[in-house]
């Protein structure tokens, strides 16, 4: 905002009153609410907010900041009997198309678990907590393996925005390991509900 000086009088500047009293009622709202806890998110709302259909990039990179690969994926989540159900298809460069499901719920001691089912494999658990508005999963193997991922959905100018952030340690036969980071960025299909088409 531009606050100049009135012309029809000189001294203080125009507004500088209605901006003077603007920001002591911002301090008073500020000193009335210091000190009170913020609310906490409950697990089954931070998976709530995943609900819906996301398309957009998952990127991989090694440690050094150099890309290792680069997907176009798919996620769709919905509610079944207090279960969040998931499908993943990931679409990689050279023409792989790989399908995942998975089955997102909370504990009765409110740990959130991600039950991971790929095509080929043994299924893979995730456990979770909230922190700071997002979930964040992580898993660690007998094997050496570390994965870790914040998740969550951030409101933009141009609408939701699902974001992951994530590394991993992957370790192999000879002894040496790869560390990972990985970048997810979707954006919400929008889905028409009364007629099931998106």
């Known amino acids: 905002m531009r606050i100049g000086r009135s012309r029809n009088r000189p001294g ?19 000193v009335a609410t210091a000190g009170r806890p913020a609310q906490a998110q409950s697990p089954r709302a931070a998976l709530e907010s995943l609900t819906g259909h996301w398309t957009g ?3 991989v990179y090694a440690h050094d900041g150099t890309q290792v690969d680069s997907l176009s994926t798919e996620h769709r989540y919905r509610w079944e009997d207090g279960v969040q159900v998931g499908t993943q298809i990931d679409r ?18 409110g740990t959130l678990i991600c039950e991971v089912n790929p095509p080929d494999g043994a299924p893979i658990t995730y456990r979770g907590r ?26 933009t100018p141009t609408g939701p925005e699902y974001r992951i952030n994530g590394f991993g340690v992957y370790p192999s036969g000879d002894g040496a ?8 960025r979707y954006r919400a299909v929008h889905q028409d509900v009364s007629t099931g088409r998106e």
């Open 57 to 59: 990039a998952f990127v």
């Open 130 to 155: 909230v922190s700071d508005g997002a979930i964040v999963w992580h898993r660690k193997t007998d094997a050496g393996v570390v994965e870790s991922f914040r998740e969550r959905v951030v409101d």
């Open 92 to 109: 990689y460069p050279d023409g792989r198309v790989v399908r995942k499901t998975a089955r997102n719920y909370v504990t009765d001691d």
């Open 12 to 30: 203080p500047v125009a507004g500088w009153d209605v901006l003077r009293r603007t920001v002591a009622t911002l301090g008073l709202l500020l």
């Open 177 to 184: 390991r790869s560390h990972l980071h990985f970048v997810g």
